[in-house]
């Protein structure tokens, strides 16, 4: 798999920005809110403890984007099948609109790199990455068209940021709450 500089642009792009976005609907960064938001003091110190206080207060609000990101970048790690094939497509055409926009925002070149699939889900990782992306399609359909928003926004964060995160943090959680779940229900069966 090539991953590229765009493809981690744009995961960040939308990742700080949904929190930024709370951070500034909740009034942290507006000037009514003296110096620092939601109990902050002056300053960037004040900003610093506002922006945490804020997130302690809406962390609610992330979770459709969090829960779509979790999926999407787990989606990615099946190597093979029409859902791998789907979303490696998909990930190409990401870190496409990436390196066009960091190309033709700042003239700078993108970075390519080739990754090795180094980790990999187990087949009991399957299992709860397709539970999860079951609960997302669940989700999609109940969903306002606000939440509809949050779950596309997370769900191409997921994608882009996939390799990065995936492999370093999701992958083994994902394994290891297999092994604990799902194994131990599928021979506890037998």
């Not at 090539?2 to 942290?28: C, S, Y």
């Not at 997130?55 to 992330?62: D, G, P, T």
């Not at 990615?76 to 033709?104: P, T």
């Not at 779950?151 to 994902?174: E, K, Q, S, Y």
């Amino acid at each position: 798999m090539t991953v590229t500089l765009g493809m981690l642009l744009i995961g960040l792009l939308l990742l700080v920005g949904r929190i930024a976005w709370l951070l500034i609907k909740n009034g942290l960064f507006t000037a009514s809110a003296a110096g620092g938001g939601e109990g902050g003091g002056k300053g960037a110190k004040g900003k610093a403890k506002g922006a945490i206080k804020t997130l302690k207060r809406h962390w609610k609000e992330l979770i459709p984007f969090g829960v779509a990101m979790i999926t999407m970048a787990l989606a990615g790690a099946c190597l093979g099948g029409w859902l791998g094939h789907g979303v490696g497509w998909l990930r190409i055409k990401a870190g496409d609109a990436g390196d066009w926009f960091l190309n033709e925002a700042t003239g700078t070149d993108t970075v390519k790199a080739h990754a090795s699939a180094s980790v990999l889900l187990t087949p009991w990782g399957t299992v709860v990455m397709l539970l999860l992306i079951m609960i997302a399609v669940m989700a999609w359909k109940a969903a306002s068209d606000t939440a509809k928003g949050e779950l596309l926004g997370g769900a191409i964060c997921g994608l882009a940021m996939g390799p990065f995160a995936g492999a370093a943090m999701l992958i083994p959680v994902t394994n290891w709450a297999g092994e604990q779940t799902v194994k131990q229900l599928f021979y506890a069966v037998i």
